[in-house]
């Protein structure tokens, strides 16, 4: 089972530059969501989404866009690479279960993650 | 807003020692909680959920009770192995499905 696929799994990139990273998830979950991982931050929210059409900002959203024009690709764009994000990224899904308390128990899979070096 | 709060590490045992890792959470409603473990170079996989309070989660000789009156969800299991060493996540999933993490606690077992 595939479950959740990003690329690359490494990138090197020049200030200025730009990219996206993909993300990719077979089994028709409703939420994706990608996340930073910095030392001694743990995971921080960078954007999310409910729907095919449908996306939002996280907590650290700025220099990031985001688009889902499917329910399986969610993928992560850097318009400008800064050094500031210098970070492991992890593209996450879950099953949204609407209307039941606490949401279900629809935990959250994780990619294996790309680690972005900016220089 | 929510938030999860975990104790800082590293921590450091022994093989086949005692272990807690302490977690609270602040929440409106009724969150359904999370730990997930990070082995070096990997992503987060589910280690144990709990959906409602007084739920238990266990797995692999963790356990986790998911105690509203103290809003705690601590993490335990009776003998560490040196396989156990790894970066743990507590988090929380509120109504409207958005997680929220704690920082994280790395564990080194010592054999």
């Known amino acids: 089972n595939a479950g959740v696929t990003q690329t690359p799994k490494f990138q090197v990139l020049k200030t200025g530059q730009s990219m996206t990273l993909q993300c990719a998830q077979d089994?028709?979950?409703?939420?994706m969501s990608w996340y930073r991982q910095d030392p001694g931050m743990g995971l921080r929210l960078i954007h999310y989404s409910v729907g095919a059409g449908i996306t939002d900002q996280g907590e650290v959203p700025n220099g990031y866009n985001v688009s889902r024009s499917t329910t399986e690709d969610f993928p992560l764009r850097l318009l400008s690479a800064a050094p500031s994000q210098t970070s492991v990224y992890f593209c996450a899904s879950s099953l949204q279960i609407p209307g039941l308390a606490g949401g279900g128990a629809g935990e959250l899979f994780f990619g294996e993650g790309s680690r972005l070096t900016v220089l | 807003g929510d938030s999860v709060t975990q104790m800082e590490g590293p921590v450091t045992l022994s093989e086949e020692a005692f272990l807690t890792i302490n977690c609270t959470y602040t929440a409106t409603g009724y969150p359904s909680l999370f730990w997930y473990v990070q082995y070096p170079g990997e992503g987060l996989q589910l280690l144990l959920k709990a959906t409602k309070a007084d739920d238990k989660g266990s797995n692999k000789g963790f356990e986790a009770t998911y105690r509203k009156e103290t809003t705690s969800f601590h993490l335990e299991k009776g003998s560490v192995q040196v396989s156990d060493s790894a970066v743990y996540f507590c988090a929380l999933k509120d109504n409207f499905n958005k997680f929220y993490f704690g920082s994280g606690t790395k564990l080194n077992v010592k054999p």
């Open positions: 089994m028709n979950h409703e939420y």
